[in-house]
């Protein structure tokens, strides 16, 4: 069972940046890629950024410009780099890991930005 964990959340104000990280258990198995998703209270989990082999990045537009996705080079970390954050922007945020055709997601970090 392949571990997955969040960090770095907490509260910001509007224009401020976070950056998230997601540390994942090894395995012997390659890993497909990683992604960060959020959700908001009352809403469905949502993609705001993933990275996969050959570093193929995707981003929501909401996030685009603002935030960076990247990873270390063995793939056991990656991280979320948030600027410019928005009041919008608070949720959960939520790591996943795509290893065999199976998801593995962390238990997520808060994200507050208010003033």
């Known amino acids: 069972q392949v571990q997955v964990m969040e960090s770095g959340g907490g509260w910001v104000q509007p224009g401020g940046s976070l950056r998230l990280s997601c540390e994942r258990s090894r395995t012997i198995y390659p890993i497909y890629g990683m992604g960060w998703y959020r959700q908001r209270p009352g809403e469905e989990r949502e993609m705001v950024a993933t990275?996969?082999?050959?570093?193929?990045?995707t981003y929501a537009d909401a996030v685009k410009g603002r935030f960076t996705i990247s990873r270390d080079g063995a793939w056991n970390t990656m991280f979320l780099q948030m600027n410019d954050l928005k009041p919008e922007d608070t949720a959960v945020y939520y790591c996943k890991a795509v290893i065999r055709g199976s998801d593995f997601w962390g238990r997520g970090t808060q994200v507050t930005v208010s003033s």
């Open positions: 990275i996969r082999q050959g570093d193929i990045r």
